[in-house]
């Protein structure tokens, strides 16, 4: 059997911070987990030249990110009291 390269390390930990973030009950730690396994795979997919896996969860990783700051952004906001 041979030893598992570094390239195919980072795919693996990709899936199971991807996995591990769908189980998430609070959407924050979603979000970041799901940006950390995304972050991950489009390590990976640059190191295997798969630029539609890179592509993709650049993309997703973007939406992670634009949806942790709408998340963070109301939480500082002051409700306006009429």
């Known amino acids: 059997m041979e030893a598992l390269n570094m390239t195919e390390v980072v795919g693996y ?3 199971v911070m991807v996995a591990i973030s769908l ?3 609070d959407i924050i730690w979603l979000r970041w ?3 950390v396994g ?3 795979f489009v390590a990976y997919g640059v190191a295997i030249t798969a630029w539609p896996v890179a592509g ?3 993309f997703v990783a973007c939406i992670n990110i634009y949806h942790l ?3 963070y952004r109301a939480k500082t906001q002051k409700p306006v009291v009429a």
Do not use: E
């Open 69 to 71: 700051f709408k998340i």
């Open 13 to 15: 930990m990709a899936s």
């Open 33 to 35: 987990l799901n940006f």
């Open 23 to 25: 189980m998430m009950k």
């Open 38 to 40: 995304c972050s991950l």
């Open 56 to 58: 993709m969860n650049a």
